[in-house]
């Protein structure tokens, strides 16, 4: 039987498309522990959205790794004479910073509403730690009673400092709302703030006291109050720092020594700045040379810490002074600029205190030590020896780091290609008239 022909029917468009061209899913590998995934999530917790964060962080890492060679220069011969080793000071230096620089890039990672939340807590904690000073756990050198032994020594004043400008930030936007801001009732809100003062006043450190005024006027300056708000605190801070100079014979001593040019006391209140001064002459451009200082060999107190610009002037010379300069105010700098592109009151406060902390205390350690300023007592930030100085002003550029994640760039109100004239006067185009419909 023969088998009928096959008819040619017409083949219906499939719904699904073929197989063939459909991509085939790709099985999804499982990605070890430590892999690329770990690294991947470290870049996305360290990338910065500004360069401001690179600039900041990378200023401060060099001027670390300098102050941590000018201490071991400057601190081998009393180490020596000390314990009778000649890097037990650069060894406490060293295990200070290694500690502080993970914690401040720790700490640049935490928002905003973590400061809101634990400003207030942070800012009683420190004073408390600040009163402790005056219990058998507090002890005093050169004078100043700031120091706590709790089998390692610190100093809660350096606390003080980072919580009165995070405090500041936090609060005093609410205060300038709610009073304005050219009402004297300002200063009425920052009451705590005072007693932070007093009690580091308590503690007979002037110099701290000084740049905790500082910290607060600066904070007052950014935060959009008016000038006189900032001018009347001024002339106060003035009258109070010449009150507690008279009372003081040691503080007389050092402002008497700095107004007279031709100081005799060569002994006592003459001889800590007169050999900073022959230090500093003795580099002349280039310098003596790295560790071969002879102001260090106990001829000037201090050497590692409140005069180490002069050891640096000495062996680095007068182009070791200059970059010590330049690093500082490239921190200015950078700190300006986060300024400008911050978009919340608490960073532009916050930020601004801190940059008078830092920037401000440097200068005036260099004014000390070329003469232009009296013997304060304050230390060279990031450079000067002292763990407690060095940690908490790394965490306090921590906190301005972390800031760099919110903030945006500047809009400009001109694009590059406009012309100049175009944005200062418009240029009145003529009126078309349109055509009337069915008139010819």
Known sequence: MATPPRTSQPRRPSATPRTSTRPAPQASTPTRPGGLATRFKLEKAFKAESPNFY????????????????????????SFLQDGGFFSGFFKQAIAAFVALPLMLGISRLPLVFFRKWANIALFITIGLQLLVFTPLGVESGGNRNWLDVGIQFQPSEMIKLTIAVWLGVNLPAIIDRVGP?????????FPVYIAMFVV???????????????????LAFSGVAGRMIGVPMVLGAVGVLFMALISPNRMARIMSFLNENCTDYTNACWQ???GKWALANGGIFGVGLGQSK?????????DNDYIFAIIGEELGMIGCLVVIALFVTL?????????QAQDPLVRIVTGGIMIWIVGQAFVNIGVVVGVLPVLGVPLPLLSSGGSALIMTLLAIGV???FTKDEKPIKRTR??????????????????????????
């Open 55 to 78: 600039l900041l962080a990378g200023v401060t890492l060099f001027t670390v790794i300098l102050g941590l060679i000018m201490v071991l220069s400057a601190s081998a011969v009393d």
């Open 182 to 190: 050219y009402s004297f009732r300002i200063f009425g809100g920052i």
């Open 201 to 219: 006043l308590l503690g007979q450190d002037l110099g701290t006291v000084i740049i905790l005024f500082a910290i607060v006027l600066g904070c």
């Open 273 to 275: 700045p007169l050999h």
């Open 295 to 303: 102001a260090k060999w106990s001829w000037l107190p201090a050497a």
């Open 332 to 340: 200015a700098v950078a700190f300006v600029r986060i300024i400008r």
């Open 400 to 402: 301005v780091l972390s």
């Open 415 to 440: 694009s590059r290609s406009q012309p100049r004239t175009q944005n200062r006067t418009k240029t009145p185009q003529a009126r078309t008239r349109q055509p009337q419909s069915g008139r010819s």
